[in-house]
């Protein structure tokens, strides 16, 4: 069976799926289930003191999913470390991913705070996912420095553009040791596609299911595309060619 | 005593535990991590800890996120 398999804990789906910007927790619920995702991901935050709202985690059978805490808001490795602590003392396996964006705007991630993070989150007995630019350098420090995973960007959170970066991604994939989940920036099943017919192991995908304007239909898009795109990395893929190669046979037409 | 929460002051009994605040605020202990003095206490200590005049707390859940 075509197992993802992360710090030796398999999982069937090959697609992630984040919890926020739902309209309610039920939404969200409804559609985790219909992305068929075993892993979400979650964020921390202060508690709102003056407001009994609904836990999300009411709705997040832990049974059934694996919790992903991230480090979303952290801007420096030290904020970051402390949010992944926090996340594992409120019940949380130690696993996380990490996301360390100084810059609000891009929301691109900071190279030398995340290797620094995890270096310390490693040591930690995490098991650390790390959110990064598609620098097949910093893929390979990561690696080394113990990283589960490693998470390049197709394009910055929330865009929608799809793989922006798709030639550092390959040079990525091509050398990892570890499993490569393409996270960020995919707006379309087809960019989803797109990042398993390159041979990721993986995609995360969150607002362009839940800004969806059906967004059970949407992550079932999604879960459809990330099987179509792996089966076809499976099967092999033609070669691109620049001359035509006829499908039909050449010979025996009713001419001369 | 007054002690701050998440940035906000707050006055509460001298002999408060920190589950007891919790309670107060209508928390899940079980769903909270909690920062004492910026410590990371453990599920476990709640029952424990004794909060002190000047306290500060961080207390933090898990929201939707990607």
Not at chain 1, 89 to 100: D, F, I, S, T
Not at chain 1, 136 to 152: D, F, I, N, R, S
Not at chain 1, 180 to 186: I, M
Not at chain 2, 14 to 41: C, F, K, W, Y
Request: with cysteine.
């Amino acid at each position: 069976m075509d197992q993802l398999i992360i710090a030796n804990r398999p999982f069937r789906s090959r697609l992630m799926v984040g919890t926020g910007k739902f309209a309610s927790n039920l939404e969200m619920a409804e559609t985790i289930a219909a992305s068929g995702a075993e892993i979400v991901t979650v964020a921390l935050r202060r508690v709102n003191i003056d407001d009994s709202h609904d836990d999300l985690l009411n709705h997040i059978d832990r049974d059934k999913y694996l919790l992903l805490p991230n480090t979303s808001g952290a801007r420096d490795a030290d904020e970051a470390i402390r949010l992944a602590r926090l996340a594992r003392a409120a019940g949380c396996e130690p696993w996380v991913k990490l996301e360390v964006t100084p810059d609000p705007y891009y929301l691109l991630p900071d190279p030398i705070e995340t290797l620094k993070a995890t270096e310390v989150l490693v040591k930690d007995g995490f098991t650390v996912l790390p959110y990064i630019n598609a620098d097949p350098v910093l893929a390979k420090h990561l690696q080394e420095a113990g990283a589960a995973t490693v998470m390049p960007l197709g394009a910055p959170i929330g865009t929608n553009k799809g793989i922006k970066t798709r030639d550092n991604i390959a040079i990525i994939i091509e050398q990892a040791s570890v499993p490569v989940v393409v996270d960020a920036g995919l707006g379309a099943p087809s960019h989803a596609a797109e990042a398993m017919e390159m041979g990721a192991d993986a995609v995360m995908v969150n607002t362009a299911i839940s800004v969806a304007g059906d967004t059970r239909m949407m992550a079932a898009a999604f879960a459809q595309a990330v099987m179509a795109g792996r089966q076809a990395y499976l099967a092999g893929l033609g070669q691109e060619q620049h001359q035509a190669s006829a499908s039909s046979p050449l010979t025996g037409f009713l001419r001369d | 005593m007054d002690i701050t929460v998440n940035g906000q002051q707050r006055t509460v009994a001298t002999t408060t535990s920190l589950a007891d605040l919790l309670a107060a605020m209508n928390l899940n202990p079980q769903r909270v991590a909690v920062e004492h003095n910026g410590t990371i206490l453990s599920q476990a200590d709640f029952a424990t800890t004794t909060l002190g005049d000047g306290d500060k707390l961080e207390i933090v859940s898990f929201v939707g996120g990607g």
